[in-house]
């Protein structure tokens, strides 16, 4: 007998705007334990307000959006607010010892793959100097060595190269216990990763196929 996945997020009649253009319109949505969504559509059409607004980053105008409790998420925006006199060690693995963090093969794979390893080069860095493609790289390792619930991605292929991105989609794709909404123009990495996707149009959602070929992303 299969067991009830939990409910992790639900959006009811949720509806935003910004002056007088409204971006969502009573959307309903629901993300429970382990599920894999794709938000799809065009620029401005509301796909990064809806992921704001279901990390609790922005308020909904009207609707209602319960989460479940003791909820871990982790959020990946387009822009993250990072104290630049921090190091990539601190921010990335906190207070650990190294040889806590260092002898576990996880992370160690994390660190390889998006910051090139886990030297004292790499790791005693500070973040004020890094380039934006830097930054949203340690951004993204620090989200994937946390003990998550769910993970919200905001064009995470962004300033990967072709060969990161595919270890993200590999690494997506063996938490399987990890619920996941990403925002991504990258057609092959969102067929890896996700199981359902929604498209976000002006002042709406609707769920979509998995058929992604008619749809226009521009």
């Not at 909820?71 to 925006?77: E, N, R, T």
């Not at 500070?126 to 060595?145: I, M, T």
């Not at 991605?153 to 993200?168: F, S």
């Amino acid at each position: 007998m299969s067991v009830a996945r939990r409910n992790l997020i639900n959006l009811e009649k949720v509806s935003k705007s910004f002056g007088r253009e409204p971006i969502l319109d009573s959307v309903s949505l629901g993300v429970a334990e382990a599920d894999r969504i794709g938000v799809v559509g065009r620029n401005g059409g509301g796909k990064s307000t809806l992921l704001r607004v279901m990390s609790a980053l922005e308020p909904p105008d009207s609707g209602r959006v319960t989460r479940a409790n003791d909820i871990a998420v982790g959020v990946l925006a387009q822009a993250a607010d990072i104290d630049p006199e921090s190091t990539v060690r601190s921010y990335v693995v906190g207070d650990r010892q190294t040889h806590e963090w260092s002898s576990q093969a996880h992370t160690r794979d994390v660190l390889t793959a998006l910051l090139g390893g886990y030297s004292e080069e790499v790791m005693g860095r500070h973040l004020g100097p890094l380039s934006g493609g830097e930054r949203r790289r340690v951004e993204l390792a620090r989200l994937l060595l946390a003990d998550l619930d769910l993970l919200i991605l905001d064009e995470p292929t962004n300033h990967l190269d072709v060969e990161a991105i595919a270890w993200l989609a590999r690494y997506i794709r063996s938490r399987r216990e990890l619920a996941l909404i990403v925002v991504t123009h990258d057609r092959w990495f969102l067929n890896r990763v996700a199981t359902a996707v929604v498209a976000a149009t002006v002042a709406q959602v609707r769920h979509l196929l998995r058929q992604l070929g008619s749809f226009g992303w521009a």
